[in-house]
């Protein structure tokens, strides 16, 4: 078993659809060990996408990251990193397979619901800008 970030986006928890994310998830088999609400200042959602920040929708990407509250998680899975970005779907919801969050929740490329880390360096880069190891029941390392 291994572990990865999800974030529930500002589009999906303004529209109501966060309760049937997290249950889709645990659902398709993954447990939850951490998970809180919080709303992202600039400077941290600039952090959190700095691997982005020469992309032409960087500054878009952070506004709406920061326009309302977020729910980021961490994950457990069978190879949990990939199986998370399985089940989320393709980046835009037009491409997404039928079944996945992004294709039933997400309105666009920007908009889609939800993020996942794409390296299970990134999951753990991503779960300690989030969670501190005591909030994360128990868990080691
Ligand atoms: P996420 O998995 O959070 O990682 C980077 C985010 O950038 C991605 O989901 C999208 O929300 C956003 N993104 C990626 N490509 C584009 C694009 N072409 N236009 C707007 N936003 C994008």
New binding site residues.
């Given amino acids: 078993m291994s572990l990865t970030l999800a974030?529930i986006?500002p589009d999906a928890v303004a529209s109501g659809s966060a309760g049937k994310i997290i249950a889709h998830l645990e659902e398709g088999g993954f447990e939850v060990h951490a998970l809180r609400m919080t709303r992202l200042s600039l400077a941290q959602a600039r952090e959190f996408?700095a691997a982005?920040s020469e992309?032409?929708?960087y500054d878009?990407?952070v506004e709406?990251?920061t326009s309302g509250p977020v729910i980021p998680m961490v994950l457990e899975a069978d190879d949990a990193v990939p199986a998370l970005r399985g089940a989320i779907g393709a980046?835009?919801p037009a491409d997404a397979a039928e079944g996945t969050v992004r294709n039933l929740y997400a309105e666009?490329?920007?908009?889609?619901a939800?993020?996942?880390s794409?390296s299970d360096e990134n999951a753990r880069a991503e779960i300690g800008f989030f969670f501190s190891t005591h909030e994360r029941l128990g868990l080691s390392g």
Avoid: G, Q, V
């Avoid at 666009?108 to 889609?112: G, I, V, Y």
């Fill in positions: 974030i986006k996408y982005h992309r032409p929708f878009s990407l709406f990251m980046t835009d666009s490329k920007e908009r889609n939800i993020h996942a794409d």
